[in-house]
């Protein structure tokens, strides 16, 4: 199981420390949320944030973008993004989506908000290499992990088991020490923490912390 760090919570007065010491605590990655303020109810971040954020990480940058159509930002996106992860309920073009991804070659993930069936994202699962599970409703960091989605991935592991090609299940929200092993238990590739990690006193006690657990 991999570690993704969510920046959105992070100090963003010294973002370029908050990268370095994350990346010294032995993250896999850097998780970027993008809110549109439509899609969910919060505004975070867009270009400007993953521009900076390229020039300091040396991990790689999945983009997640919590935005209506996001047929329109993909684009924007792709340059500074190692990967791209998009919501199934904001857009009625899923395979153009991923499309944009795969004609730059990078790669691509549809995201589950915690009331979405798995079985909406099953046409899909020969296209995309990520199913992101939000854990929390999307739109604000800090919030508690729903347990309910336990099942959910459970079933999802089970069938893309017989996916012949390589496909991970990431999961987001309110994970931390608790639940983890349960989200190793059911087969999750990529736990991805954000308030956690960033609010603790002690990132590499943290990340080694939950290392421990996976």
């Known amino acids: 199981m991999k570690i ?30 993008v809110m549109d303020g439509h899609f969910v109810p919060n505004l975070s971040f867009g270009i400007p ?17 919590m935005v209506k159509e996001p047929e329109k930002m993909i684009k924007n996106f792709l340059p500074d993004s190692e990967g791209i992860i998009f919501h199934l309920e904001a857009t009625k073009k899923v395979r153009h989506c991923i499309n944009l991804v795969h004609k730059e070659k990078k ?20 296209e995309i ?39 991970i299940i990431s999961v987001d929200g309110g994970v931390n020490y608790e639940n983890t092993p349960l ?6 590739d990529m736990i991805i923490v954000g ?9 590499k006690k943290t990340i080694a912390g939950l290392k421990c657990l996976i």
């Open 4 to 33: 993704a760090a969510s920046i959105l919570n992070c100090n963003f007065l010294y973002l370029a420390e908050e990268i370095k010491k994350a990346e010294a605590a032995g993250i896999d990655c850097f998780h970027l949320d």
């Open 49 to 65: 944030i993953l521009k900076c954020l390229k020039k300091i990480a040396t991990k790689p940058i999945i983009t997640h973008l």
């Open 107 to 126: 790669c691509c993930g549809i995201a589950l908000n915690p009331k979405t069936s798995y079985k909406k994202v099953l046409p899909y699962l020969e």
């Open 129 to 167: 290499e990520d199913i992101l599970v939000m854990s929390v409703h999307p739109g604000f960091g800090g919030q508690k992990f729903l347990p309910e989605v336990i099942p959910k991935i459970k079933k999802l592991k089970a069938i893309i088991q017989k996916v012949n090609r390589p496909l």
């Open 183 to 188: 989200l190793r238990a059911v087969g999750v």
């Open 195 to 203: 308030t956690f990690l960033f609010s603790s006193s002690d990132y």
